[in-house]
């Protein structure tokens, strides 16, 4: 009896970050008793620490990971509304228990499990912001198409009007799109060969969102996108090519700004109505309270209330709900003070350092057409678009959508341990030019 309960506490233990996504409406929609959801992560660990012999995975995200929990204890202790409060903090701690879980089981299993989940989510999220957006000209035949749907409609809980924002849904499918486009180029060869069904699905998925993203028409997110794309076709790029590629990118960014450089740079540089003067505002208002709470900051999700009770704002009505100071920096710094900002840098930080190292380690192992290699691409390509489009507009730390980001990070830390440490055979899926260059110049010798 002890020991096939014992093997039920392994098996929710190994798959606790698929049972997690299972649950995650139930997470991030915490209303009334449904908030209690909560505490069943606690019982997640506990049988990983009677499972495993530990609470949580060794990562190079720990510290960083561990001043945010402190954070996060602070800004919950000193909450003033917890009802505004609560749904973030909800999202930031299933968030943390989601990039521990996937850890665990890419360790003790294989990391693509979650990968092709991840793909799945990123189609689902594609159509569920088709359904639950307005589309502008000259994308509104989408909405034409949506019509002729059965569900013509989505009214999304929690969005303003049940209506998804446009520079949200940008945000998110920029931490997908990438991701996918690597794959579509990295893994098109052995998909092709193992299940023509599975690259088809996948290279539809990336053309879907990479389209939805351009039809949100956000400038912010189609820019955010193009950096991060064109980082991961470099990735599969030779050298010289690079090159080319770092040229092109450099005129293209001289041409943008040589275009914005006129009286409509307010509206035209953001490509909303806020445009970049209501960002200035707001964002001076961020810094007042960032300098009033260092510490601290104003509370998770406070923001929101404070701007209009202590730094009103002049030229933006108080009826428009700021849900976020449209910077990503500047919203870590309010909802958790200068220590929770300090711990999102790191976290940055340490995925890019991850990234870095790992191409480097199977540059070294002659592995650039491994899998892993089009991992590596696709994390860095969406972490860069993430980081961008975070400048001008953000999805904060705990809202619905950001799950997406604490799922990255994961496979960041994932796939870094099974390249650098896990002990794994990287095989060489395609010779080398020089190899197969060496190999006819034998066989010619051979023949004469």
Known sequence: MM??????????SR?????????????????????????VIPLFWVGRKLSTGHFFPATPFNLALLL??????LSSFLAFDLSLHLPKIIGLVFGLALFLAVCEFSRQQSLWPVVIVFGGLGFLIALIGFAGMAWLPPFDSFNR???ALP??????????????????LAGVLNWIA????????????????VNKLA????????????????????????FAYGLGAALVVAFFLPPRWRIVLMIALGIGLFGLITYFRNSTIQIDLVGDTLGLSGRLEIWSRALLAIADYPLTGVGINGFRQVVNTL????GISEEIDLGHAHNHLFQVALDLGLPGLISYLSLWLIGGGLLWQTARNLARRHAQHHPYYAMVAGLAGSLVAGWVFGIFDAVALGARPSFIWWLLLGLTASVHYAVVYSGEQLRVHRWSVTRRRSTVREIRAGES
Not at 68 to 73: E, K
Not at 178 to 193: E, F, K, T, V, Y
Not at 203 to 222: A, D, P
Not at 311 to 314: G, N, R, W
Request: glycine fraction near 10%; charge should be positive; proline fraction near 6%.
């Open 68 to 73: 945010m929990v402190i954070m996060i204890g």
């Open 311 to 314: 730094y009103p704002l002049f």
């Open 145 to 147: 198409v949506r019509m």
């Open 151 to 168: 569900v013509p409609s989505l009214s999304v809980p929690g969005a303003v009007g049940g209506v998804i924002n446009a520079n949200e």
């Open 199 to 222: 690259l088809a699905f996948l290279i539809l998925t990336t053309i879907i969102v990479s389209l939805l993203l351009i039809g949100t028409q956000s400038r912010g997110g189609i």
């Open 3 to 12: 020991f096939s309960m014992l093997n039920a506490i392994r098996l929710v």
């Open 15 to 39: 798959w606790e970050w698929l049972i997690l996504l299972g649950l995650m409406p139930l997470f991030l929609f915490p209303d009334g008793a449904r908030g209690l959801i909560v505490f």
């Open 178 to 193: 990438p991701l996918l486009l690597a794959c579509s180029i990295g893994l098109s060869r052995r998909l092709w060969r």
